[in-house]
């Protein structure tokens, strides 16, 4: 797999991540909406109806960034949720959000590194990802941290960006490499954050590859959803 970085220097993958989401961040809940003209959310709630049948108590959201994921697990479930992210820009934007909300008992943000988790072995109930194990910068080290914090049994729900097939594909490419870059460069004031996204999809795999990926990484099963004509797939891998 192509190892493809926001800026192209010599920092790293995680380290360039990191700064992408912290420069980003005061606009990425606006870009995230207008982007994908608010579909991101259908697609997060129909993970968290998924996730919702295993009927987790403790949930850990990987990559929170300014908490969607989190708040909705936590309002659909009525888990505790811990939301870890690389980015404290972006938490500090998802803290904010809980506040208002009043969740701050329910959730809690956190910075910290999806290849490198704090928590003990078999933890979770559940474990998600939205949009985030695509910035892993070792793909395989990552998903089996995830894999390693939830339960014996239990799943790890991965909502991530797919490629769209058949004939709406061309058309869903263009506004992808074309327009969707350049409406994020003018808003989001940072030239390389919306080049990268579809840089970033276009190099990672998914559909049966992605679940060949987890299978050989230790998890038992793994089933996929696709969602939109396939703009993103939803994998559900048990431990």
């Known amino acids: 797999m192509n190892q ?3 800026y ?3 920092a790293g993958k995680k380290k360039e991540v990191e700064e992408m989401f912290d420069n980003i961040a005061p606009k990425y809940d606006l870009l995230n909406h207008v982007l994908s003209m608010k579909i991101d959310v259908l697609w997060r709630n129909t993970l968290v109806k998924w996730m919702n049948k295993d009927e987790p108590k403790e949930v850990l959201d990987v990559a929170t960034g300014t908490a969607d994921l989190a708040i909705a697990v936590q309002k659909e479930t009525g888990a505790k949720v811990i939301g870890l992210d690389l980015s404290q820009l972006m938490l500090n934007v998802g803290i904010d959000k809980i506040k208002k909300l009043k969740l701050d008992d329910q959730i809690s943000m956190e ?12 933890k979770f109930d ?8 695509r910035n892993f910068e070792n793909l395989e080290a990552g998903l089996a941290e995830l894999r390693r914090v939830v339960k014996e049994n239990k799943s790890v729900y991965i909502l991530e960006f797919s490629k769209v097939e058949g004939f709406l594909g061309p058309f869903y490419q263009f506004y992808f490499k074309n327009i969707l870059p350049q409406i994020g460069r003018l808003v989001s004031k940072d030239n390389r954050a919306y080049t990268y996204l579809p840089d970033s999809v276009n190099a990672f795999p998914y559909g049966d ?7 050989n990484i230790g998890f038992k099963s793994v089933e996929f959803k696709k969602l939109s004509f396939g703009i993103a797939t939803i994998y559900k891998a048990t431990k």
């Open 209 to 215: 590859k992605m679940k060949n990926i987890l299978l």
């Open 4 to 6: 493809v970085t926001p």
């Open 126 to 133: 559940s474990v998600c990802v939205a949009f985030g194990v």
């Open 8 to 10: 192209n220097t010599e």
């Open 111 to 122: 910075k910290g590194d999806a290849e490198n988790l704090r928590f003990e072995s078999n």
